[in-house]
C-alpha cells in the first residue's frame, strides 16, 4: 500500500485553491488541478474523493470560523467586533474566505454572504434601535437595518477582494465604517 505524501496533497490543494478562486467551483476542473499539481488525476481522487470534498477542504476552516460566532447567537456582537473577526480571519484564510463569498455557487456555502449579512442587520438592528427610540426617533420599517447591512458588507468585501496590505485593509475598512456608522443616529431623525 502506497503512502498519500502530505507534499502531494498540498500541491493539489494549493493548485485547488487557485483553480477554485479563478472560475469558482461549478466551473472548476478536476483534470486541470491535477495537471497543474503534477499528478495524475486517479491521484487526486485517492485524497479526495470528488471536487465537492475537495472544495469542503479548503472553505471548511473559514465556515468554521464563522460558525463560531454563529453558535453565540443570542449574544450581541458589535459591528467593530464582527468587522475585526472578519480581519482576523483574513490574516490566516483570505484567498479561502473570498472563494467562500465569491466562489461557492453550487455548494453547501453558496449563501455564506447573505448569513455574514444577516448576523450583521441584527448587530445593527439591536444595537442601533434602542438608541433610536430613547432619542424619540421612529424607524418605520426595521428592513432599513438589513439594507446598511448588506450595503456595509458588500463594501467591506470590495476592500478585501481589492486590498493587499494589512495596514491599508483597514483603514479603508475604519473609513468605510466611519461613513457608515458616525452619526447614523441623526440620518434617522
Same mark, same amino acid.
Given at each position: 500500500m502506497q503512502y498519500l505524501k502530505d507534499e502531494v496533497r498540498n500541491r493539489i490543494i494549493m493548485e485547488a485553491m487557485k483553480e477554485f478562486q479563478d472560475r469558482g467551483f461549478l466551473h472548476a476542473s478536476m483534470r486541470t488541478i491535477a495537471n497543474n499539481a503534477g499528478v495524475a488525476i486517479g491521484n487526486v481522487y485517492r485524497y479526495f474523493k470528488n471536487k465537492e470534498d475537495l472544495f469542503?477542504?479548503?472553505v471548511e476552516p473559514v465556515y468554521q470560523c464563522f460558525l463560531g460566532m454563529e453558535v453565540h447567537k443570542q449574544e450581541i456582537y458589535s459591528f467593530e467586533e464582527i468587522v475585526n473577526y472578519i480581519m482576523e480571519v483574513m490574516k490566516e484564510y483570505k #484567498?479561502? !474566505?473570498?472563494?467562500?463569498? @465569491?466562489? %461557492? /455557487?453550487g455548494t453547501k456555502y453558496a449563501s455564506f454572504k447573505e448569513e #455574514?449579512?444577516?448576523? $450583521?442587520? /441584527? %448587530?445593527?438592528?439591536? %444595537? !442601533?434601535?434602542?438608541e433610536l427610540r430613547k432619542k424619540g426617533i421612529e424607524v418605520k420599517d426595521p428592513f432599513i437595518f438589513?439594507?446598511? $447591512? %448588506?450595503?456595509?458588507? @458588500?463594501?467591506?468585501f470590495l476592500? !478585501?477582494?481589492k486590498s493587499e496590505? @494589512?495596514? $491599508?485593509?483597514?483603514?479603508? #475598512?475604519?473609513?468605510?465604517?466611519i461613513l457608515f456608522f458616525n452619526n447614523l443616529d441623526k440620518r434617522f431623525e
Open positions: 469542503n477542504e479548503i #484567498i479561502q !474566505l473570498l472563494i467562500m463569498v @465569491d466562489r %461557492s /455557487k #455574514i449579512t444577516r448576523l $450583521a442587520g /441584527k %448587530s445593527i438592528r439591536e %444595537s !442601533l434601535w434602542p438589513c439594507v446598511i $447591512a %448588506s450595503t456595509f458588507i @458588500d463594501g467591506l476592500i !478585501l477582494r496590505e @494589512d495596514v $491599508a485593509t483597514r483603514y479603508l #475598512i475604519h473609513q468605510l465604517m
